[in-house]
């Protein structure tokens, strides 16, 4: 499978206590994003990289959150001492270039109990 | 964050019949984007419309781009079974020159009554 593929699937955790989540880009695309999604919504743009750089992470949500992708391959979005309202789908694309058409994966659904 | 607005919210039809939903926004788009979503999946693209008054068609699928760069529509013909889901449409800034930062609608759900 060559697609984006992210880890784990599924996360519970406390509240107060810190997540990361990954994200492994189609191998030949420069660009990667995260977006989140709660329940009966659609997904909801956080920030977005071209190789290393981080170009937007304006929409991250607050100082909780952070995202990296330090070597222009795969991504870390780490939440610190997370909250019940975190609960939601994560979920993360990739593109080929500026333009072309972003591909999914199939998302980190957080539970904070 | 901003969601566009979508209708219906859900679908109940029959297999074989036609299904038409609509999105539409405040704002003007340069792209607009239709995806579906299955269970435990994330969206999978369908169809791509970069301009305004634009008609593409994906097999049975046929999307537009509309004139005042504020809406669009998606239109299923023959539903099956496998179309069952939820659908988004989605939406890049009118100065954003690729597709960073989309807008999503708050989804359409299709049902399929046996």
């Known amino acids: 499978d060559t697609g984006v593929s992210q880890d784990p699937r599924h996360k519970i955790t406390k509240r107060g206590q810190n997540v990361t989540f990954r994200c492994d880009p189609i191998?030949?695309?420069?660009?990667l994003y995260w977006y989140r999604q709660t329940l009966g919504q659609g997904p909801e743009f956080l920030t977005y990289?071209?190789?290393?750089?981080?170009?937007?992470k304006s929409r991250l949500l607050s100082d909780r959150f952070s995202a990296e992708r330090p070597k222009g391959s795969f991504s870390t979005l780490e939440i610190q001492r997370t909250e019940q309202g975190d609960s939601a789908m994560y979920l993360c694309?990739?593109?080929?270039?500026?333009?072309?058409?972003?591909?999914f994966g199939a998302g980190t659904r957080l539970s904070v109990l | 964050g901003q969601q566009l607005n979508q209708s219906p919210q859900s679908m109940f039809i029959q297999e074989g019949e036609d299904v038409s939903m609509n999105c539409t926004s405040s704002?003007?788009?340069?792209?607009w984007l239709w995806y579906k979503q299955d269970p435990g999946e994330g969206p999978v693209l369908l169809i791509a419309?970069?301009?305004?008054?634009e008609l593409t068609s994906n097999g049975r699928l046929t999307a537009q781009f509309g004139i005042t760069r504020k809406d669009s529509f998606l239109n299923i013909s023959a539903s099956i079974p496998s179309d069952v889901g939820i659908y988004f449409c989605?939406?890049?800034?009118?100065?954003?020159?690729?597709?960073?930062?989309?807008?999503f609608g708050t989804g359409t759900r299709l049902t399929i009554i046996p």
């Open positions: 704002s003007i788009f340069n792209t």
């Open positions: 989605a939406g890049a800034p009118l100065f954003n020159f690729g597709n960073e930062k989309l807008t």
């Open positions: 419309l970069y301009k305004a008054g």
């Open positions: 990289f071209q190789n290393e750089a981080q170009l937007e």
């Open positions: 694309a990739s593109s080929l270039y500026s333009g072309s058409s972003l591909y």
């Open positions: 191998s030949e695309h420069n660009r």
